[in-house]
């Protein structure tokens, strides 16, 4: 027996059907709802959803290019399931395309920049007392995308964009269990930001990235 479609029904539905589309299956995907493996039958989801199995199909498209998603053989899709090498793979890229984001942001960034990260920092000590992991992810997400914001790089801030769900799948993946060190590890980038020396903040946002990676991967029982 194929396990249950845990997606909410789509209440607001326009001209971008396959776009809420996308985000509910990604949103579950995300949230653990749709477990990795698990086998996802286009019928069953525009169930699910109270739509068409039309832009159901472009959605789906949408998460296998994302590599949310993989294609069985005999038709159909599933949630992916990463391997270490997978996720590795992901770090790095991260971790290579936020270092030059933080070496075109840092001689952008002026006060009021640094000022909204501070504010994220300190909303991150207040969500560790409370142990609301979802949040700080968020404000993880939103402390990283505010830096992307002042490279001035817009090519490169939509492939960062682009990545989000798949980091998020990371974190989702690896359960990572130190988000306790956000307001730290997140301080250290913004104090090496105020220095104006990019090279060491190329430096700083790489180990921040890889070596939480590195650590989180080691500790998974998979391939």
């Given at each position: 027996?194929?396990?249950a ?6 209440v607001?539905?326009?001209q ?33 959803l ?8 472009e959605a789906?498209?949408?998460?296998e ?5 993989k294609r ?5 899709h ?16 991260r971790?290579n395309?936020?270092s ?14 640094y000022?909204?990260l ?13 142990k609301?992991?979802d949040?700080?992810i968020?404000l993880?997400?939103q402390f990283?995308?505010?830096?992307w914001?002042?490279?001035g ?6 492939a960062?964009s682009?990545m989000t769900p798949?980091v998020?799948?990371?974190?989702m ?6 988000e ?5 590890k997140?301080q250290?980038?913004?104090d090496?930001?105020k220095?104006g020396?990019?090279a060491?903040a190329m430096?700083?946002?790489q180990?921040?990235?890889?070596e939480?990676a590195?650590h989180?991967?080691?500790q998974?029982?998979?391939d």
């Open positions: 027996m194929s396990e479609i845990q997606i909410l029904p789509i607001e539905k326009g971008n059907i396959a776009g809420f589309a996308y985000e509910a299956i990604c949103e579950s995907i995300l949230e653990g709802k749709l477990k990795p493996g698990q086998r996802l039958r286009e019928n069953e989801i525009a169930q699910a109270g739509i068409s199995r039309t832009p159901i199909r789906l498209r949408r998460l290019s994302q590599h949310l998603l069985h053989l005999n038709g159909g599933y949630v992916a399931i990463w391997d270490k090498k997978t996720l590795w793979e992901l770090a790095t890229l971790g395309l936020e030059l984001a933080i070496s075109l942001a840092i001689t952008r960034m002026n006060h009021d920049d000022l909204y501070e504010d994220l920092i300190e909303q991150m000590d207040r969500e560790v007392k409370r609301d992991y949040k700080l968020l993880d997400s990283h995308h505010r830096i914001s002042c490279s790089h817009v090519l490169l801030q939509e960062l682009q798949q998020h799948y990371f974190m993946i690896t359960k990572q269990g130190e306790e060190t956000f307001p730290e997140h250290e980038v913004i090496v930001l220095q020396n990019a060491a430096e700083s946002i180990k921040h990235i890889l939480t590195k989180l991967i080691a998974l029982n998979i």
